[in-house]
């Protein structure tokens, strides 16, 4: 399998049977033209996830992707077809096996309002959990790990990837940071990630990790 990062939260996922598309977000300015995309997994309502005019141009070029994401999503998108997801759900699109897992979003502050969140495990390789520290009931060989974020803090992204041991990580969710910003987080996400005998691995907009 073959992972594009794009802006912050984007991921292209891409095997022979087709496309999977991760969080088209806002911070996505220019979005790619996306072909062949089989489904595109929304993780949360904020924009900078799920960005209606993204998913409106993917799905004009590609009108048979399937979307999935969690009822919140599906309020916000009326009008398109949502399949609503789960934790504990599990779907099979072409050659991609989707799990779903968690519930909530990392809390921002305590007078803002939960949203729904729903992290993802694409193949039983590679996850990523959207806007949550949850934690997958399987093993995770690739983790798309946030390092920038209004409800994060570096400690506990920390602990997060203590907790999960991934064999390998990238930054992701980080549109936010500068060169300064990226240097000093994913120094911390390494020396973590490497403790645990993994790698880690920091990806510009559009390059790849083959996996």
Known sequence: MKIIKHNHALLELVLDSGTVLIDPGMYQEQLPDFQNVIAVCLTHVHDD????????????????????????????????????????????????????????????????????????????KLYYPGDSYTIPDYPVQVLACPTSAPWLKISDVMDFVAAIKPKRAFATHNGLLNQNGHALQNARVKEVTEKFGGEFVYLEPGQVLEI
């Open 49 to 124: 996830h799920s960005y209606l005019p993204h998913i409106k141009t993917i799905l004009e070029s590609n009108p048979e992707a399937v979307i999935f994401g969690p009822s919140e999503v599906a309020t916000k998108l009326a009008g398109l077809p949502v399949t609503l997801a789960y934790h504990g759900d599990h779907y099979e699109i072409g050659d991609f096996v989707l799990d779903f897992y968690g519930y909530l979003h990392q809390e921002i502050h305590r007078s803002i309002a939960l949203v729904e969140n729903l992290g993802v495990m694409v193949n039983s």
